[in-house]
């Protein structure tokens, strides 16, 4: 039987307990939504999440194992007819460090196996990663961690995955240049990364090198020369470069995403011509949380919220929720930055500063976000002022999301083509495919 809540209304119903939990959407359709939660202590999250769901009258069963595996999940049958599915994970490798840890091993291992590949010459099997074989082609690839590493911490998903994504690269870039050498923090890539700082210097960018160009290792042919790089003058020049030396085979940056029973291979950022549909189709707004979406066509939205636990008043930033690029993040300096492109004013950079030196004043502001976005009455704002809700964090997180959708609500009401446009250079920007961004290929 179906709950009297839409599918919307439950993931800013447990906000308050997601504060220092990874929150990734897996999947999403009109009739099914698949959400996983990452976090130490998932024996607690799971009874809190469901205590709050039992405390506001909304019934719920459990994830068959095929999903949630033996410990188990959450799903619950909205008013909407869609299924929301909760699964809960303890972090890889230790926590968010022993996690990103774990990832760059696996982006070490990736160019491994593709050196021992292009070096055979052939797909290759786990059988051909040997201690021999790494030996014979380690002048095929330059990693910033030590095979030891590799073989003694490297989880068995990721060596599956890296035999994927060496045979996909074979497959692709074998016959077109065989001379590939495979980098992973290696001199020539600091000098790239170093050319991007500079670029993004000079032209005063708040962009993220991520955003630029979100390559976890490069293929460089024999035959490339960084000095084609290093003569240009501007950023435009630099990624027209790039591209190029792409398309030629020469130098090519892949984004990596550990993979399962299969590869794909996709280019990015070389047709700028391509059209994205992303249309800016209104907000989200919770009256309790300190989040609030902007949505899009697509069935995308982006999240906005403070992301650095509840005693931290930096880290406001929104990620993408829904479709290929989930995850996707843009935080307030390149947000700004779009702004600017537009000539539209700038959010102010002060929230934190606020916070702490004139509370009252930035809860008056929020409070027209309170009564505009979330139809909330003087009496309820009045009582929710002095509620255990309201923390600096609160203040901190939700006077960037009213401040936010004023740039859609107010300042581009009436210009509804500037306001699209900026709402898809959002998006674009969040998923590493905007103007600023250069050519790369995604391998997952």
């Not at 890889?92 to 840890?101: C, E, L």
């Not at 003058?233 to 792409?246: A, D, H, R, S, Y």
Request: one cysteine or more.
């Amino acid at each position: 039987m179906a709950n009297l809540v839409t599918s919307g209304e439950i993931l800013p119903l447990i906000q308050p307990l997601l504060k220092d939990v990874d929150v990734e959407l897996i999947s999403d359709s009109p009739t099914i939504s698949l959400t996983r939660f990452t976090t130490t202590n998932r024996v607690a999250l799971r009874a809190a999440v469901e205590k709050t769901l039992s405390d506001n009258n909304i019934t719920f069963g459990d994830l068959p194992k095929s999903l949630a595996g033996s410990f188990g999940g959450t799903e619950i049958y909205t008013y909407d007819m869609k299924k929301v599915r909760f699964q809960y994970k303890p972090p890889q490798g230790g926590g968010a460090r022993g996690g990103k840890r774990i990832a760059d091993l696996g982006e070490c291992s990736q160019c491994i196996y593709a050196a021992i590949s292009f070096g055979l010459g052939r797909e290759i099997t786990m059988q051909d990663v040997t201690p021999t074989n790494i030996s014979k082609y380690a002048y095929k690839y330059q990693i910033d961690k030590t095979v030891k590493e590799i073989i003694n911490e490297l989880p068995d998903v990721w060596m599956a995955s890296s035999i994927l994504g060496a045979n996909k690269l074979y497959s692709k870039f074998f016959k077109v240049n065989g001379t590939f050498t495979f980098h992973k923090g290696s001199p020539l890539v600091d000098t790239i990364n170093a050319l991007f700082q500079k670029f993004k210097k000079n032209e005063g960018l708040s962009l993220n090198i991520n955003k630029w160009n979100p390559a976890d290792f490069w293929l460089v042919s024999e035959d490339f020369d960084i000095n084609v790089l290093s003569d240009e003058k501007t950023m435009e020049g630099f990624n027209q470069q790039i591209q190029k030396q792409l398309l030629a085979n020469k130098l090519i940056g892949i984004s990596l995403k550990q993979m399962a029973g299969n590869a794909t291979l996709t280019i990015n950022n070389v047709d700028r011509t391509k059209k994205f549909d992303k249309k800016y189709s209104g907000y989200t707004f919770s009256t309790k949380s300190i989040d609030g979406y902007i949505n899009l066509t697509g069935n995308s939205r982006l999240q906005f919220r403070a992301t650095q636990g509840p005693k931290s008043l930096t880290g406001w930033q929104g990620e993408i929720q829904g479709g290929l690029a989930a995850g996707g993040k843009i935080s307030l300096g390149p947000f700004n930055m779009l702004l600017r492109a537009h000539g539209i004013k700038e959010i102010p950079t002060n929230a934190a500063k606020r916070v702490e030196n004139e509370p009252d004043k930035v809860f008056t502001e929020i409070s027209y976000g309170l009564k505009n976005y979330g139809n909330m009455s003087n009496t309820d704002i009045f009582k929710l002022k002095t509620s255990k809700t309201v923390t600096p964090q609160y203040l901190y997180s939700k006077l960037q999301v009213v401040q936010l959708i004023n740039v859609f609500e107010v300042t581009l009401k009436q210009k509804k083509k500037l306001r699209n446009q900026l709402a898809e250079d959002m998006f674009l920007y969040a998923a590493s495919l905007s103007k600023y961004s250069s050519a790369f290929y995604k391998l997952f």
